[in-house]
């Protein structure tokens, strides 16, 4: 018997499928706000030298402020004043002769930087003067970011597939997402409060451990509560709670330009979170596969009372419930060690590891590489947003209607063709290479929405979280490593776009080798794989 088959019996797409999604969405919207949000906070102001060790008194109190800048400050082969250095004394000539600059001395700035807070009012740049040799420490705070994430997938994948015969009875999914919710809240919170750099990027780091938690839970908690037939919906709806967070997102950043607050702001639906996480259930399959098939029974009641199925809870007794998992030893303790000790488990994990790296390492070199549009930071935030609804409503489409392996193998690929196409076009092109580089957003954007589903759908019940905390944090290290890529202009201005080419291209030939989930039920013990994969 399988666990479709009790799904079947009580509606396994009902009003309590309804209402995990939405608890769901709630605690998802904060997590693409985060994740983007070094683009503000630590956004980088016009920015100059601090001049009053310049001013002699008399000579100064007669000059306006442009220039107090032209005898004080030297501007750069572009026109604009220099970020990092200042004139050692008044330069009173250039106000007769400006162009008259050669060998004036200069020296660094010598009583910090005046910031232009047109746009934001405070950030990280301007709390502790992170520019000219100090503009690393400002980049770092995104990368430690996502170091924190890299290693919060794999702790709550692993502790939400464990069972603890202590007190607790259970971690699982349903305490993994709280214990998620709340750390994660409070450290954001409390990283908004920082009184050094260096408490900040120590709390941004536990921040992005804490937060991580809460998609990889929810995502699979919800896949295995609803049918076969409503699982790509349940992966869509999902995908596109990044791309209203992202939407949203830019609007909140354009009201909130204080960084301390912008970071209260897009943590504070985490309170509305924690509230209504009391009605979210325990998964019933996990439940079944560790043996609690007491708890499991509470929850298939509950669920069928809600779907208006009343009549076929005495349906649900221990005996038949006992039959669904026959295969494997109950009450074992699965680790991330299960993903490679057989054979076909192996396959699976090298290859589900190598896509997700592939995709998110396109997805995000595409993202942090668009360039031409000639918006300002909110509108530009928006745009990014708004190009992944039509991907990922196609992606609905076709999940069913072609299946997952092709709509992933084909948007990888079709990523990879928009991409080598920008290597071709000349760099004068803007306006195409712009609109090539919105399509290819969108393809691996769908690529993206797809794999989150599909895998969910390839591991086995008994370490799907396990093998979701694996993929997350492979994910995370193609994100941590885009960065990079965009780095490689220095030896060969196409060698970026070649470099995320050939991700892509591999990424679609990895997807190539998965097995196809489409209307199949989902695998509950790795000896399942075993014997079908």
Same mark, same amino acid.
């Given at each position: ?12 797409f009902g009003r ?14 904060t997590?693409?706000?985060?994740f983007m ?12 030298c601090d001049?009053?060790?310049l001013d002699?008194?008399?000579h100064?109190r007669n000059?306006s402020?442009a ?11 572009d026109?604009t004043?220099s970020?990092?250095? #200042? *004139? !050692?004394?008044?330069?009173y000539?250039?106000?007769l002769?400006?162009s008259? %600059?050669?060998?004036?001395?200069? @020296? =660094?700035c ?11 009012k405070s950030?990280l ?11 690393g420490?400002?980049k ?6 996502f170091?924190?994430?890299m290693f919060?997938a ?8 464990k ?11 349903r ?8 750390s994660?809240?409070?450290?954001a919170v409390a ?5 050094s750099?260096? #408490? *900040? !990027?120590?709390?941004?780091?536990f921040t992005g451990?804490?937060i991580?938690? %809460?998609v990889?839970?929810?995502? @699979? =908690? ?5 049918d ?9 709806i999902?995908s596109l709670?990044?791309?209203f ?6 609007a ?13 702001s897009?943590?504070?639906?985490l309170?509305?979170?924690i ?11 996990w439940?079944?596969a560790?043996?609690?098939?007491e ?14 199925t009343e ?8 005996e038949?419930?006992?039959?669904i998992?026959v ?10 060690l299960?993903?490679?000790r057989?054979?076909?488990?192996r ?18 070199g595409?993202s942090?590489n668009?360039t ?15 190009i ?7 992606v ?15 948007a ?10 920008n290597?071709v076009?000349?760099t004068?092109?803007?306006v ?7 399509i290819?957003?969108g393809?691996s954007?769908?690529s ?12 086995p019940?008994?370490v799907r979280?396990n093998?979701m905390?694996?993929n ?6 193609g994100v ?9 202009d220095?030896?060969?201005k196409?060698?970026p776009?070649v ?5 892509a ?14 209307n199949?039920?989902?695998?509950e013990t790795?000896e ?6």
């Amino acid at each position: 018997m399988r666990f479709e088959n009790v799904l079947a019996d009580i509606n396994g797409f009902g009003r309590f499928q309804i209402m995990i999604i939405v608890i769901s969405f709630i605690g998802r919207f904060t997590l693409p706000c985060h994740f983007m949000l070094n683009n503000f906070i630590a956004a980088v102001p016009s920015h100059h030298c601090d001049i009053s060790s310049l001013d002699d008194g008399d000579h100064f109190r007669n000059l306006s402020q442009a220039e107090r800048l032209v005898v004080s400050i030297p501007v750069q082969d572009d026109g604009t004043l220099s970020s990092c250095q #200042m *004139f !050692a004394e008044p330069q009173y000539d250039l106000l007769l002769n400006p162009s008259n %600059i050669t060998d004036l001395p200069t @020296v =660094l700035c010598q009583n910090g930087w005046v910031y232009d807070n047109t746009t934001f009012k405070s950030t990280l740049t301007s709390q502790w003067d992170l520019v000219c040799d100090k503009r690393g420490k400002n980049k770092a705070t995104a990368t430690i970011f996502f170091i924190g994430v890299m290693f919060g997938a794999v702790t709550f994948g692993s502790l939400s597939d464990k069972y603890l015969s202590l007190q607790l009875k259970v971690f699982g999914r349903r305490i993994m997402l709280l214990v998620s919710y709340v750390s994660g809240m409070l450290f954001a919170v409390a990283s908004a409060f920082s009184s050094s750099y260096v #408490m *900040f !990027a120590v709390l941004r780091f536990f921040t992005g451990f804490c937060i991580t938690g %809460i998609v990889i839970v929810s995502a @699979v =908690l919800s896949v295995e509560w609803v049918d076969v037939e409503h699982r790509k919906l349940v992966g869509v709806i999902d995908s596109l709670s990044w791309t209203f967070g992202n939407t949203g997102f830019a609007a909140i950043a354009y009201f909130v330009t204080d960084w301390r607050w912008l970071i209260v702001s897009v943590t504070s639906p985490l309170i509305l979170a924690i509230v209504t996480w009391r009605w979210m259930p325990e998964s019933a399959r996990w439940l079944i596969a560790n043996g609690k098939l007491e708890q499991a029974q509470t929850y298939l009641k509950k669920c069928a009372t809600m779907n208006g199925t009343e009549e076929l809870i005495h349906t649900l007794k221990t005996e038949t419930l006992s039959t669904i998992v026959v295969t494997e030893k109950r009450d074992r303790t699965y680790s991330y060690l299960d993903l490679i000790r057989t054979p076909k488990m192996r396959k699976l994990a090298l290859c589900t590891g190598a896509l997700w790296f592939c995709v998110a390492t396109t997805f995000y070199g595409i993202s942090f590489n668009i360039t031409g549009f000639g918006l300002n930071i909110y509108l530009t935030q928006f745009t990014y947003a708004l190009i992944e609804l039509p991907a990922k409503l196609s992606v609905y489409y076709l999940l069913d209607k072609i299946g997952r392996r092709r709509t992933e193998v084909g948007a990888m690929l079709l990523a990879a063709v928009c991409l080598g196409i920008n290597i071709v076009v000349p760099t004068d092109m803007s306006v195409v290479r712009t609109v090539v580089a919105v399509i290819g957003k969108g393809f691996s954007s769908a690529s993206f929405a797809t794999v989150v589903l599909y895998s969910s759908e390839l591991y086995p019940t008994v370490v799907r979280q396990n093998g979701m905390g694996y993929n997350s944090f492979m994910a995370r290290l193609g994100v941590a490593v885009a960065p990079l890529i965009l780095l490689l202009d220095d030896v060969w201005k196409e060698l970026p776009q070649v470099v995320l080419c050939s991700a892509a291209v591999v990424g679609g030939i990895v997807a190539r080798m998965l097995s196809e989930t489409r209307n199949r039920c989902l695998p509950e013990t790795i000896e399942d794989i075993e014997e079908q994969w």
